[in-house]
């Protein structure tokens, strides 16, 4: 089996102590993805897995076997952005840009998680069928990606000019 | 992290076969072991990945609900009928941790997830019980703002940091067990321990058993919520947090679970409020009787002495706000 990285194939890690985000930065040198806190805190090291975010830094390589993981890598190349980081370019959505491919690898799995309506602690109808992506829901479905320049405003307009009501 | 050798499993009955070598540890979502082992906290030598065993969610024959232990915590919040007839466990899972973290995070590994008192992780540098049993505990008179005020003991003075388990202990969950010798069930209320003299030893759970599934009762009739406070909106740890479901009959109290969440080393199933409110009147007054009768006990260390008034007021708020919706 493999990890399916940005639809390359890659033979997991011999050692299993070698977490996710290890195997894309210092094997792979898939250095978009970042370590922030390396316990969960900060959510710098977000990817995608199956179309789930998930916190590399947690993952250990070995257990994602045979899945797909999507880095931000995979999303976007200069010249060629995804619509989302066009968004974050255009609103401001960071300064030093540490954050940042967390913050829309974040976005896109939360986007995916919104519709499908899974609610969240600020949702007034627990069975609502479909979630209206206000600012108050992203940054209560963001709130695990910290951005020490407190860029929040810029990345809110990002997030709801692709994903929220006014884009579907 | 100390080498280990990681194995992936397909039953139970090979789970428990491998749980059982000495040095094991089942991993879920890797949430809180994977930062552990990083720690050098714990130390497994061999991790037997268990995320593969039954993550099923689905009605049983009573009319209660089952969750399989691997299911994840977006999963059981996000289903169809936790979010219709158990509205509080949902709630309960989406207050807790970021949308990331409940991704990954699995429904036995919330339950077995390990204090967050900052004694506990410093390993170089604070003496604690609970990592090394007999070196004494440093939070008692530490810095001891998020620590327990109820159930505490000389030797450990930590709070479980779950808000899934709250609401499970509100709603009289059951955690089901295998071991080699078999299968057992154990009611939530009884999982977790008070850390007595043993403050090393967070459950019941045998060296080796698995937990396959966690089960729920036909859902009660009244409204419920759960309040959680914290000292940022979103994405921190409870200070204390409230799961309640209550009925109320002709301006009377029919029926209440009440649990509480960061004020001990377990959930704390509110037994004594419960006793002193069914059948009695719904009154703001009758709440803070309540809330009086369940922290008499309750005893505050240096920092924390404000979560007592804290949880009282909590509690009568929560309840004021359900009976509200339910006066004739
Ligand atoms: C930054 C951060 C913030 C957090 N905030 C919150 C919060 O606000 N509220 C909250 O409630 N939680 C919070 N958490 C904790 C989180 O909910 C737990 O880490 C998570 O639920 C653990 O689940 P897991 O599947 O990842 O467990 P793992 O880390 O995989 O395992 C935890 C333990 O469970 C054992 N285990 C796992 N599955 C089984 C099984 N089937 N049978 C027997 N043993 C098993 C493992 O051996 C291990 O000892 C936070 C975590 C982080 C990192
Ligand atoms: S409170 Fe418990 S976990 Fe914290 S230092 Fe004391 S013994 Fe350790
Ligand atoms: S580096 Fe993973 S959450 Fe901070
Ligand atoms: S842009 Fe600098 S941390 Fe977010």
Same mark, same amino acid.
């Given at each position: 089996?493999?990890?399916?990285i940005?639809?390359?194939?890659?033979?997991a890690?011999?050692?299993?102590?070698?977490?996710?985000?290890?195997?894309?930065?210092e094997?792979?040198?898939?250095t978009?993805t970042?370590?922030?806190?390396?316990?969960?805190?900060?959510?710098?090291?977000?990817?995608?897995?199956?179309?789930?975010?998930?916190?590399?830094?947690?993952?250990?390589?070995v257990q994602y076997?045979? +899945?797909?993981v999507?880095?931000?890598?995979?999303l976007?190349?200069?010249?060629?952005?995804?619509?989302?980081?066009?968004a974050?370019?255009?609103?401001?959505?960071?300064?030093?840009?540490?954050?940042?491919?967390?913050?829309?690898?974040?976005?896109?799995?939360?986007?995916?998680?919104?519709?499908?309506?899974?609610?969240?602690?600020v949702?007034?109808?627990?069975?609502?069928?479909?979630?209206?992506?206000?600012?108050e829901?992203?940054r209560? +479905?963001?709130?695990?990606?910290?951005?020490?320049?407190?860029a929040?405003?810029?990345i809110?307009?990002?997030?709801?000019?692709?994903?929220?009501?006014?884009?579907? | 992290?100390?080498?280990?050798?990681?194995? @992936?499993?397909?039953?139970?009955?090979?789970?428990?076969r491998?749980?059982?070598?000495?040095?094991?540890?089942?991993?879920?979502?890797?949430?809180?072991? $994977?930062?552990?082992?990083?720690?050098?906290?714990?130390?497994?030598t061999?991790?037997?990945?268990?995320?593969?065993?039954?993550?099923?969610?689905g009605?049983?024959?009573?009319?209660?609900?089952?969750?399989?232990?691997?299911?994840?915590?977006?999963a $059981?919040?996000?289903?169809?009928?936790?979010?219709?007839?158990?509205?509080?466990?949902?709630?309960?899972?989406?207050?807790?941790?970021s949308?990331q973290?409940?991704?990954?995070?699995t429904v036995?590994?919330?339950?077995l997830?390990?204090?967050?008192?900052?004694?506990?992780?410093?390993?170089?540098?604070?003496?604690?019980?609970?990592?090394?049993?007999?070196q004494?505990?440093?939070?008692?008179?530490g810095?001891?703002?998020?620590h327990?005020?109820?159930?505490?003991?000389?030797?450990c003075?930590?709070?479980?940091?779950?808000?899934?388990?709250?609401?499970?202990?509100?709603?009289?969950?059951?955690?089901?067990?295998?071991?080699?010798d078999?299968?057992?069930?154990?009611?939530?209320v009884?999982?977790?321990?008070?850390?007595?003299?043993?403050?090393e030893?967070?459950?019941?759970?045998?060296?080796?058993?698995?937990?396959?599934?966690?089960?729920?009762p036909?859902p009660?009739?009244?409204?419920?919520?759960?309040?959680?406070?914290?000292?940022?909106?979103s994405?921190?740890?409870?200070?204390?947090?409230?799961?309640?479901?209550?009925t109320?009959?002709?301006? @009377?109290?029919?029926?209440?679970?009440?649990?509480?969440?960061?004020?001990?080393?377990?959930p704390w @199933?509110?037994f004594?409020?419960?006793?002193?409110?069914?059948g009695?009147p719904?009154t703001?007054?009758?709440?803070?009787?309540a809330?009086?009768?369940?922290?008499?006990?309750?005893?505050?260390?240096?920092?924390?002495?404000f979560?007592?008034?804290?949880?009282?007021?909590?509690?009568?708020?929560?309840?004021?706000?359900?009976?509200k919706?339910?006066?004739?």
């Open positions: 089996m493999a990890i399916l940005n639809a390359q194939a890659v033979s890690p011999d050692d299993p102590r070698v977490s996710l985000l290890d195997l894309l930065r094997q792979l040198h898939l978009g970042k370590k922030g806190c390396n316990q969960g805190a900060c959510g710098a090291c977000t990817v995608l897995v199956d179309g789930e975010r998930v916190l590399s830094c947690l993952a250990l390589a076997d045979g +899945r797909q999507t880095t931000v890598e995979g976007g190349a200069p010249g060629d952005l995804h619509p989302l980081q066009a974050f370019v255009e609103h401001d959505g960071f300064q030093c840009g540490y954050c940042t491919p967390g913050q829309i690898c974040s976005a896109i799995g939360m986007a995916a998680e919104a519709r499908r309506g899974v609610p969240s602690h949702s007034p109808d627990l069975e609502a069928d479909a979630v209206d992506l206000t600012a829901e992203v209560e +479905r963001m709130s695990g990606n910290l951005c020490r320049c407190g929040y405003n810029g809110v307009a990002s997030i709801q000019e692709i994903f929220g009501e006014a884009a579907q | 992290m100390t080498p280990f050798a990681f194995s @992936r499993v397909a039953s139970a009955d090979e789970a428990v491998l749980g059982a070598l000495p040095g094991a540890k089942y991993l879920g979502g890797g949430t809180n072991l $994977v930062d552990l082992m990083r720690e050098t906290l714990e130390r497994p061999s991790v037997v990945d268990v995320t593969g065993l039954s993550s099923d969610i009605e049983t024959d009573d009319g209660g609900l089952s969750l399989g232990a691997a299911a994840r915590n977006t $059981v919040a996000e289903h169809r009928l936790v979010r219709r007839r158990y509205p509080l466990l949902s709630r309960a899972i989406l207050s807790g941790a949308g973290i409940r991704n990954m995070a036995g590994g919330n339950l997830q390990r204090t967050r008192c900052a004694y506990f992780y410093d390993d170089d540098g604070a003496r604690c019980n609970k990592r090394a049993p007999g004494g505990c440093d939070a008692v008179g810095f001891n703002r998020i327990a005020v109820l159930g505490a003991s000389e030797a003075v930590a709070t479980h940091p779950s808000d899934m388990c709250v609401a499970l202990t509100a709603l009289d969950a059951q955690v089901h067990l295998r071991g080699q078999g299968g057992r069930t154990v009611p939530m009884d999982f977790h321990r008070l850390p007595e003299d043993r403050p030893i967070d459950t019941v759970l045998r060296p080796g058993e698995l937990i396959t599934h966690v089960s729920l036909p009660l009739a009244g409204r419920s919520a759960y309040r959680k406070v914290r000292d940022r909106a994405f921190a740890f409870a200070l204390i947090s409230i799961g309640a479901v209550l109320v009959e002709d301006d @009377r109290v029919a029926d209440v679970r009440l649990a509480l969440g960061g004020v001990a080393h377990k @199933r509110a004594k409020a419960e006793a002193a409110l069914r009695g719904a703001e007054a009758a709440f803070g009787a809330a009086e009768a369940e922290l008499a006990d309750a005893r505050p260390l240096e920092h924390n002495a979560k007592i008034e804290l949880a009282k007021r909590t509690m009568v708020a929560v309840l004021g706000e359900l009976a919706g339910q006066a004739s």
